[in-house]
């Protein structure tokens, strides 16, 4: 019989950083300088994410973080669906958190010093990458995979105001049918998304946008790996 090369089963360790467990993925030929990119899942959502990342020295990053509607907004809002939780707006202290304690934690633990830092973020976890660009040095690389830009007064703040720190790449996705949605707070998300890119792209920044088959929820560990694949180059 024909040998097959088999995939190398992949290792997640758990750690924990600024009081956060971060589920670290290293794939193969890491190195000390090899990028790292932040992101925000769950262990099982880590698994399917590591699956499908591309086949370069990379480490992902991904921490559990239990209260989205409160870390990763910038600014309060109410909530958008009935039973959920207001907007509590503390994107800003999150992303302090993120690069002045978790990410030195992180890198010092495991003594790396990586050559670029991305934040990749699905949903909320996407406004805030994408609001990172105005608020943090930290991150080099950014990718909103269908993220939250329906968010009130997202256009205006993201056409309105310049960045921390001019992104390398960026990345942006939304599903076709998430403009379906029956609350009319979300129907204008890919306007606002495909905006936001056409904004970078004429600042300067290599910015990738596609439109993925779906709502918001589908396939999210292949649409985050396509980010992934664009954010390596």
Sequence with gaps: KENIAMPKPISIRTLEAAGKIVYLVETENCQADSPLLLTFLSKRETEELAALLPAVPLRLAAVDEPDWEASFTPWPAPRAFKGAADFGGGADDYLAMLEQRLLPQLEAECGISPVWRGLAGFSLAGLLAA??????????????????????????????????????????????????SRNPRLACVEDNIRATAECWRQRGVATRFELNLGGHVAEVAQRMARAVGWLVG
């Design 131 to 180: 609001y990172a660009a105005y608020r943090s040095g930290a991150f080099a690389r950014l990718a909103a995979v269908s993220a939250s830009l329906w968010f009130d007064g997202w256009s205006e703040f993201a056409a309105g105001h310049a960045f921390h720190t001019p992104p390398q790449r960026a990345y942006f996705s939304v599903g076709d049918k998430e403009k379906n």
